[in-house]
């Protein structure tokens, strides 16, 4: 309890150093928020009123505090382009970038799982040196070259799947899986070499317990002592991996959903950066940052639940 | 009593014949001596684009810029333009040349920056411990939770994408990693007794940092540089393939795979030459830095 206490004390001091940086970032910078909605031709009268309206003569700090108490009502700011609302323009897109991270991150564990298991079984034996050998490959292909040459083939070659689009679920549950298919599987190549790696190193090491040891020595099959004793125990460090790589994934799937035209939040961000509309772009950083501490939150609860001892350890640590 | 080490799976099956394994263990031997062909292999292609790269202007190439109107999107193999050209009649493989001296500066610069300085908040975390600790940790913690890229989106219109700015910017990135590192290599330092001693003789804490935990620590950093680079040039390559680094007509790796692939149908070389390029890179500094790792640390891989 104490250890869990410490980690939200640590995530909330974290969430603010982040949300207060970004904040600073968007605040100095030269030509601010008034001239923008203002606009080229605004005179200084005009300026300095908007200035006024807008508080922005105030101190930094004060000005956070306010921000700070608004975003926990719920109101993120408007749109500099659109007057939308950046809460609803974040929610709305949520879902879809949910569903390709998800998807992405069944599709790596899928092949990960498997990969790691056989790769820790014989460590150097032909299967690892080979699992070895294509995730050095495929960490070598950043996520929008995976996503070319994917497009290339299944969708200009083969003609099996779309290269770009996006339908709702409302269309179906395949014509919305569809083109969310190749997006997905160019961010699973990328992130299936890490989760491998780290089941294989912890894997290797659980088989060398005196317990496994036992179990073969009792005549157990070699599938069943991988399965139903390694496995398990060789898992916690598969759990953190998880959720260290949110952040990694959001990054990727900025980048993809850009490709493949998917209307997620990365997209949202990339076009308020194209346009440079400055409160959407915060808007999107203080919901990454949430989701990351809020993930991370939830792998360490994850944590002790899976591993008892940690829990111990930790609260004295 | 049943010896549990020869059940063990990972050392072999237990019953190999005694020549079959002293076999092994010469194999073994000479695989760990050299650092195989595999890192030879990828040395010579990096040295290869790194040298081209260097010397790109004296090797009489057609400048990057240079549209040749005569050939317009020329296919690979054609005559003066070995690689093709593009919609705008531009030669490939001098794009793709140039566009190595943006990803190499970057791959090698932004990883320096990174280390840089987080070796200066590693030592400072590791060594002082305390307040000093938990700020940098917090600090770190922070900078994490924002996604890389998303960092660089930021700072991409904040302040532009020049070269400089993104060798600054991506650097910047490297800097949890190495002080990370740095951190849990001085703490180990700090303990040994050489430091003791030295404290015991008087010695001042910046002296017991520059002379006694810096070359302890130096060398782990180090091999850790060798899978940042490769991290940067990819990390560079989506920014660039997003129009967020050096800006046209400075040709970059990233930009060519970008612009090719409107014409990923009927000109798919414009897309893959470069695709193909970087993708060999990358993957030579990974094996090229593996095979070093593995040699240093007698024969643990894998560790990216």
């Known amino acids: ?317 | 009593m049943v010896d549990l080490a020869s059940l063990r799976p990972v050392e072999g099956r237990a019953s190999a014949a005694p020549s079959d394994r002293h076999a092994r263990a010469i194999a073994e031997h000479r695989r760990s001596r050299g650092l195989g062909v595999v890192f030879w292999l990828s040395a010579s292609w990096l040295t290869l684009v790194i040298v081209v790269a260097a010397f790109a202007p004296l090797l009489g190439l057609v400048a990057p810029d240079e549209s040749d109107w005569m050939a317009l999107k020329a296919p690979i193999g054609s005559e003066n333009h070995i690689l093709g050209t593009d919609p705008l009649g531009r030669d490939v493989l001098s794009r793709v040349i140039y566009g190595a001296r943006v990803s190499l500066t970057v791959g090698f610069t932004a990883p320096a920056i990174g280390v840089g300085i987080g070796l200066v908040l590693g030592l400072a975390a590791g060594y002082y411990r305390g307040w000093v600790d938990e700020i940098i940790g917090i600090a770190i913690d922070s900078w994490l939770a924002i996604p890389g890229l998303v960092i660089l989106l930021l700072f991409s219109v904040l302040y532009g994408g020049s070269l400089f700015m993104v060798c600054l910017s991506l650097g910047l990135l490297f800097i949890p990693s190495a002080a990370r590192i740095t951190r849990a290599a001085t703490l180990t330092c700090t303990g040994r007794e050489y430091v003791i001693a030295a404290r015991a003789l008087g010695a001042s804490d910046l002296r017991i940092i520059t002379r006694e935990v810096f070359p302890n620590i130096i060398w782990p950093l180090l091999a850790f540089v060798m899978i940042d680079i490769p991290i940067a040039i990819v990390v560079e390559g989506s920014l660039s393939f997003l129009g967020l680094s050096v800006q046209a007509p400075t040709p970059s790796w990233g930009g060519m795979i970008s612009e090719g692939r409107e014409y990923l149908e009927a000109s798919p070389h414009l897309s893959l030459v470069p695709t193909a390029v970087m993708f060999l890179t990358v993957l030579s500094f990974n094996l090229a830095g593996d095979a070093m790792r593995k040699r240093v640390s007698g024969g643990r891989s894998g560790a990216i």
């Not at chain 1, 004390?9 to 968007?26: D, G």
């Not at chain 1, 599709?107 to 790691?116: E, F, H, S, T």
């Not at chain 1, 269309?171 to 569809?178: I, V, Y």
Request: glycine share 8%.
């Open chain 1, 1 to 317: 309890m104490r250890y869990l206490l410490g980690r939200v004390q640590r995530l909330l001091i974290v969430l603010l150093v982040v949300t207060f940086s970004t904040f600073l970032l968007v605040s100095v910078l030269p030509g601010d928020v008034a001239y923008q909605i203002g606009g080229m031709d605004a005179s200084e009268a005009e300026i300095a009123e908007i200035r006024e309206e807008l508080g922005l003569n105030q101190p930094v700090v004060l000005r956070y505090l306010e921000w700070l108490t608004r975003l926990a009502q719920g109101d993120w700011g408007r749109s500099l382009l659109t007057g939308e609302s950046v809460w609803s323009m974040i929610i709305e897109r949520v879902p879809i970038s949910l569903e390709l991270m998800l998807l992405a991150q069944v599709m790596a564990l899928a092949i990960a799982v498997p990969a790691g298991i056989l790769s820790a079984w014989r460590p150097n034996g032909w299967a690892d040196r080979f699992i070895t050998s294509l995730g050095f490959a495929c960490v070598s292909m950043p996520g929008f070259m995976t996503a070319i040459l994917l497009i290339y083939f299944f969708s200009l070659h083969l003609g099996w799947l779309p290269a770009t689009g996006y339908e709702p679920l409302s269309a179906g549950l395949w014509a919305n899986l569809k083109p969310m298919i190749l997006p997905a599987l160019s961010l699973a190549l990328v992130e299936w070499t890490v989760l491998m790696r780290t089941l294989r190193a912890e894997m290797i090491t659980t088989l060398q317990e005196n317990y496994i040891s036992l179990a073969r020595a009792k005549g157990m099959s070699t599938t069943r002592v991988l399965l139903a004793h390694a496995l398990r125990p060789s898992s916690f460090s598969l759990v953190t991996i998880l959720g260290l790589q949110v952040a990694r994934l959001l990054g990727g799937a900025i980048i993809l959903e850009q490709i493949y035209g998917i209307p997620g939040i990365g997209r949202l961000l990339i076009h308020a950066v194209y346009t440079r509309d400055l409160i959407v772009i915060q808007g999107c950083v203080t919901f990454f940052a949430l989701t990351y501490v809020i993930v991370n939150f939830l792998v360490d609860l994850a944590y002790a639940w899976l591993d008892p001892r940690v829990r111990e350890a930790r609260a004295h640590g």
